[in-house]
């Protein structure tokens, strides 16, 4: 429960957020974790994964006889009333608000990811008034003091991140949607923020807000700005036209002379050729994150990654067929 498992999180991301079948989801997505490589040794080093708590759901699951989501519905939904929450595609498929993805900041309504196993560590859907309902048990039922006296790695404690002001909190998201909570014991509040539009760029934005609210209900100042930017967006885009812009300038003016063609013009095709190739793997390590993952979390930037490698590579062969030709008439 506080992430010391010692799993790395693209081991974790290679499971999670993935179409499954619903019957025995989460079995079979723990199935696929057989055979991992540890990266330290289980409670040494903290590390945020979601196949962590897939697991424990994997474990519930087995220690009870029961679904994960007939676990929560009689253990969790039905002794607090929370009947508007639901921890199946079946539950929530007919009452789901219209799901939105971010292009540039922009909603774009779309069909709901759902992931049949990733109950334990999100796809759950609830209402605000139902998840008041369990920040309300987890400040003032005395079965969940636990949670604040419990010691965890990177302030992660139970399920909560912690800070030295006594807030607990945690968010979520899936492609389409975003949630927040956070509570403090001291001051006796706890909030809760969902939204229906998401973009992993707009984590920033959503923190802000609940920390926001947070302050003003502790009484302290607080300079509000939560406005939504699209910068690493817009920032490669402008990045694409531009180098467009001087690749077909290249060509044209290769055409053009008159002159035999150097031979580092064949090694720039090969090269570009080579970016193409290699441009989604490179993405994918910088950000320790599976392909798959930034296309459901960030399809804007995912098709500007895939603009470039479609730029690279027709430039590439572009270039590389002028040359070829235009050194063969010279020769002849």
Same mark, same amino acid.
């Given at each position: 429960?506080?992430?010391?498992?010692?799993?790395?999180?693209?081991?974790?991301? $290679?499971?999670?957020?993935?179409?499954?079948?619903?019957?025995?989801?989460?079995?079979?997505?723990?199935?696929?974790?057989?055979?991992?490589?540890?990266?330290?040794?289980?409670?040494?080093?903290?590390?945020?994964? $979601?196949?962590?708590?897939?697991?424990?759901?994997? *474990?519930?699951?087995? @220690?009870?006889?029961?679904?994960?989501?007939?676990? *929560?519905?009689?253990?969790?939904?039905?002794?607090?009333? @929370?009947?508007?929450? $639901?921890?199946?595609?079946?539950?929530?498929?007919?009452?789901?608000?219209?799901?939105? =993805?971010?292009?540039?900041?922009?909603? =774009?309504?779309?069909?709901?990811?759902?992931?049949?196993?990733?109950?334990?560590?999100?796809?759950?859907?609830?209402?605000?008034?139902?998840?008041?309902?369990?920040?309300?048990?987890?400040?003032?039922?005395?079965?969940?003091?636990?949670?604040?006296?419990?010691?965890?790695? /990177?302030?992660?404690?139970?399920?909560?991140?912690?800070?030295?002001?006594?807030?607990?909190?945690?968010?979520?998201?899936?492609?389409?949607?975003?949630?927040?909570?956070?509570?403090?014991?001291?001051?006796?509040?706890?909030? =809760?923020?969902?939204?229906? !539009?998401?973009?992993?760029?707009? /984590?920033?934005?959503?923190?802000?807000?609940?920390?926001?609210?947070?302050?003003?209900? &502790?009484?302290?100042?607080?300079?509000?700005?939560?406005?939504?930017?699209?910068?690493?967006?817009?920032?490669? #885009?402008?990045?694409?036209?531009?180098?467009?812009? *001087?690749?077909?300038?290249?060509?044209?003016?290769?055409? !053009? !002379?008159?002159?035999?063609?150097?031979?580092?013009?064949?090694?720039?095709?090969?090269?570009? #050729?080579?970016?193409?190739?290699?441009?989604?793997?490179?993405? $994918?390590?910088?950000?320790?994150?599976?392909?798959?993952?930034?296309?459901?979390?960030?399809? /804007?930037?995912?098709? *500007?990654?895939?603009?470039?490698?479609?730029?690279?590579?027709?430039?590439?062969?572009?270039?590389?067929?002028?040359?070829?030709? &235009?050194?063969?008439? /010279?020769?002849?």
């Amino acid at each position: 429960m506080n992430h010391l498992s010692g799993i790395s999180p693209s081991d974790s991301f $290679s499971v999670t957020d993935t179409v499954r079948e619903p019957e025995n989801a989460i079995a079979e997505a723990i199935q696929e974790l057989r055979g991992v490589t540890l990266v330290s040794e289980p409670g040494e080093n903290y590390a945020y994964n $979601s196949v962590n708590y897939l697991l424990l759901g994997g *474990l519930i699951e087995s @220690m009870s006889s029961m679904s994960f989501s007939d676990y *929560l519905d009689s253990e969790v939904f039905e002794p607090l009333e @929370m009947t508007n929450s $639901s921890a199946d595609w079946e539950g929530i498929e007919d009452d789901l608000v219209t799901a939105h =993805v971010s292009w540039f900041g922009n909603p =774009v309504s779309t069909d709901a990811f759902y992931d049949h196993a990733g109950a334990p560590y999100g796809y759950i859907a609830s209402t605000t008034e139902d998840l008041s309902k369990f920040l309300s048990t987890v400040l003032f039922d005395d079965s969940s003091d636990e949670i604040f006296e419990g010691e965890g790695g /990177d302030n992660y404690v139970y399920g909560w991140f912690y800070n030295d002001e006594g807030d607990y909190y945690h968010g979520g998201a899936t492609p389409e949607y975003r949630s927040q909570m956070m509570f403090n014991e001291d001051d006796g509040f706890g909030l =809760v923020l969902l939204t229906n !539009k998401y973009n992993f760029t707009e /984590d920033g934005q959503v923190t802000e807000i609940v920390d926001g609210i947070g302050s003003i209900l &502790k009484g302290e100042p607080y300079d509000f700005s939560p406005g939504s930017n699209s910068h690493m967006q817009w920032g490669l #885009l402008v990045a694409f036209v531009i180098i467009a812009v *001087l690749m077909l300038i290249h060509v044209i003016r290769l055409i !053009k !002379k008159p002159a035999i063609v150097k031979r580092w013009q064949f090694f720039l095709s090969v090269v570009c #050729l080579v970016i193409g190739a290699v441009l989604i793997p490179a993405v $994918s390590a910088a950000f320790s994150t599976p392909w798959k993952t930034i296309w459901l979390f960030a399809p /804007d930037i995912a098709w *500007l990654i895939i603009s470039f490698v479609a730029l690279y590579v027709l430039f590439g062969i572009v270039l590389g067929v002028v040359t070829f030709d &235009k050194r063969s008439i /010279d020769k002849n």
